[in-house]
């Protein structure tokens, strides 16, 4: 896959897929795997995949719908151990959109518990 000059390599299509979501990368998938196990081992609930956060409301300016910028996080769930929501991004590499939109995330959302995940 090339994204703006920079190849990226990205496994099948089938080989990131599990119940039926295909992810973006094999480590995302493993932390699915992951939370799935904590959740069915009553550490967390509510697991969700791919919640989304409006970082800046949708306008019009001078005629033109500009669309909302919004963040995908990669997992959103309550850690029963802290009764908190814990908003979670698998991370391989940090993109300069990453990082923007990362900023301004935490700004709109302060109380956010934020966390990264290295793969």
Known sequence: ???RGIRIKVSSKES???DGIT???KAEMARYAELKML???GLIRDLEVQPVYVLQEGYVWRGE???PIIYRADF???DLRTNRI???DVKGMHTEVYKLKKKLLLKRYP???FVEVRK
Do not use: C, H, P, Q
Request: charged share 40%.
């Open 65 to 67: 719908k500009i669309r």
């Open 86 to 88: 814990i908003v979670e």
């Open 23 to 25: 992810f973006a990368s």
């Open 1 to 3: 896959m090339l994204k």
């Open 111 to 113: 109380d956010i518990n």
């Open 39 to 41: 959740e069915k081992a």
């Open 16 to 18: 990131r897929t599990l």
């Open 76 to 78: 959103r769930y309550l």
